[in-house]
């Protein structure tokens, strides 16, 4: 299968050039030239599907004529190590909880699912050096891609953080690992960190050497695996009696997440709608009301995942959709809600059914109390688990919140990194000295 941009301006690319490459040449991003419907028959038997064989028939359909299919079996099985289940939290609310992997947040998924991609296809390849990923974070995705990367041969991962700009339970996720994971501690803000990458990369002499690549979210390979969860979640809702009038509603920021519910959407899946939950950060939902997109700066938020003023992927929903404005909105609905009501939202919720949303989830679950229509049922994802957020948690609901052991374990370790400042100068001479 081929990738094109959605720019439509630098050439088509196979997925391995899509997935080492990340970003086209035209700063547009990759689409697959083809999202192929599944077939009635793996909806009928989609009820009695285990979520790895579902994942596989999904994966096969856009990596199929790339990867053999005991290749790509085994990277979905190693990917899904952890279940992503269906809760009920109250009638025809349910929590799509896919904070059970290693760092308790979706991107798990996404990341681990590129790590063993990459590594594929390296693994193929004629070059014999290392693969060095770059990743700038403010928190949650360094976690993620740290993790997702762990142990994977060939690959080396350096994660440039702000220095005490990421909470210490972050921190921990990705200073703690060693091995083929390296932190490095900018003395700077995540745009110095979001800097130094991008000027390695553009860097000639440094590229001529090194393999470097970035794992980004929006590359195919961290994007397009998060489609998995979405037709798990409809199968169990179907196995439960309650796979009519679906309505999915999504925690956004850089709307890869809800981006892959809508190409499952595309794949067939029975659907009714999708809500695009925002939180101050209301660029998307303004479009949906006016159809005018007007990028701005992002705002600080307690769902701060979610603090995104130019949404990476708005480029893949218009080009899903020939950027025909009403098809988009009587597809997609939005909301926005300021950190007081997401605030009252987890009290609420905590208060009324004790179930403890995390402040990304409780934006979700908001929406949907507020826009579900009688008849409809109604799934938000769950994006994070509430302990990775215990500093705003805590206080809103006035007792502590556990800690899962695969949380702790994190925190007990030695955390390890590499001060750094944030003229690239210095950068460039660290690169200089690995391979
Ligand atoms: C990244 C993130 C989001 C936003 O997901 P997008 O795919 O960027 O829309 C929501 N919640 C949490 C916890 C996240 O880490």
Known sequence: MKYYSTNHNSPDVTLAEAVVKGLAPDRGLYMPEHIDRLPKEFFDDIADMSFHDISCRVAQTFFGEDIPADDLRRIVCDTLSFPTPVVEVEPDIYSLELFHGPTLAFKDVGARFMARMLQYFISRGNDRRKVNVLVATSGDTGSAVANGFLDIEGIN??????????????????????????????????????????????????????????????????????????????????????????????????????????????????????????????????????????????????????????????????????????????????????????????????GRTGYLLDPHGAVGYRALKQLLLPGEVGVFLETAHPAKFKDVVEPIIGTSVDIPDRLSAFMHGTKQSVPMSKDFSAFRSYLSGIS
């Not at 990458?197 to 961290?222: G, H, P, Q, Y």
């Not at 199968?235 to 509603?249: M, P, S």
């Not at 809508?262 to 939950?277: D, N």
């Open 157 to 350: 991962v350096h994660v440039l953080y702000p220095k005490g700009k990421v909470s210490p339970v972050q921190e921990c996720q990705f200073t703690t690992l060693g091995r083929n994971i390296t932190a490095i501690e900018v003395d700077g803000v995540f745009d110095d960190c979001q800097r130094l990458v991008k000027s390695a990369f553009l860097d000639k002499e440094l590229n001529d050497r090194l393999l470097l690549t970035s794992a980004n979210s929006i590359n195919v390979a961290r994007f397009l695996p998060q489609a998995f969860y979405y037709f798990n979640a409809y199968a169990q809702l179907k196995k439960a009696g309650k796979g009519e009038n679906v309505v999915i509603c999504v925690p956004s920021g850089n709307f890869g997440n809800i981006t892959a519910g809508l190409i499952a959407h595309r794949m067939g899946l029975p659907v009714r709608r999708f809500i695009a939950a925002n939180n101050a950060n209301d660029v998307f939902f303004n479009y949906l009301q006016n159809g005018v997109y007007e990028p701005k700066p992002s705002v600080a938020t307690i769902a701060n995942a979610m603090d995104v003023g130019d949404p990476s992927n708005f480029a893949r929903i218009l080009d899903l959709y020939g950027h025909d404005h009403g098809m988009i909105k009587s597809l997609i609905s939005g909301a926005t809600y300021s950190d007081g009501l997401i605030s009252a939202t987890i009290a609420d919720c905590y």
